[in-house]
């Protein structure tokens, strides 16, 4: 039957002839996923290197009776794996380190007002990625202004959410879609929109005028000496 013949012709009939060519580019297409290349292009040419002359030794026994151009292209294909592992072992996962990254620019520190000027500004123009990004660091500064998160450098947008929604526990849920919306606009590259802009400066209002929930423990009364029995 065909399928009974095209199956011996793999298992061991007449080898099977696979442009060299394409192999090589299916490999380099590989690694050149841009979320390799755009974190480390040096360590991704040094890479890039040492996979061609794997390629290279490889190929150049495909031909040979004791290698077929499957077995060839399936081992191309498996080290083009290994090393988009090695990489993502070695630079993170793209999305992980997006999530990681600073709140704020180390450009120096700038005040509430000043962000939220800036926030302004950009919507006049619908600008609305670098509204979104600005009015969530207002919606940050201005927290750390009024002492209910300590100012850090280095903080995240999720991490000031959970941090402020312990002490505005009425607006935690609000402050993680904040911080979710401006992860997404700002490093997952997500589209942005007045909508999103308008919900910020809502929410950056609304935390102006709420008060802290002090979390308070009462303190235990001990029973005093010579008591009634």
Request: net charge neutral; proline share 7%.
């Amino acid at each position: 039957m065909p399928a009974q013949g095209g199956w011996a012709a793999l298992a061991g009939g007449a080898p099977v002839t696979t442009d060299r060519d394409a192999a090589r580019e299916a490999a380099r297409e590989e690694l050149l996923n841009p979320a390799y290349h755009r974190h480390d292009p040096n360590l991704l040419q040094r890479a890039m290197n040492w996979l061609n002359e794997q390629l290279n030794h490889l190929l150049a026994g495909v031909g040979s009776a004791a290698h077929s151009g499957t077995t060839g292209l399936v081992l191309l294909l498996i080290a083009a794996a290994v090393l988009a592992l090695v990489l993502r072992h070695r630079l993170g996962s793209p999305r992980r380190q997006a999530r990681s990254a600073a709140l704020f620019t180390p450009t120096g520190p700038r005040t509430a007002a000043e962000h939220r000027a800036t926030a302004a500004r950009h919507a006049a123009e619908a600008a609305w990625p670098e509204a979104v990004r600005e009015q969530m660091r207002a919606l940050v500064r201005a927290l750390e202004e009024r002492t209910l998160l300590d100012p850090r450098p280095g903080r995240t947008a999720d991490e000031a959410a959970a941090e402020a929604g312990r002490s505005l526990p009425a607006h935690a849920a609000e402050l993680t879609a904040a911080a979710r919306a401006f992860d997404a606009v700002a490093y997952g590259h997500h589209p942005a929109d007045q909508a999103t802009y308008q919900r910020l400066v809502t929410l950056d209002h609304t935390l102006t005028t709420t008060r802290p929930t002090l979390t308070t423990h009462p303190t235990p009364i001990s029973p005093t000496a010579g008591g009634p029995a």
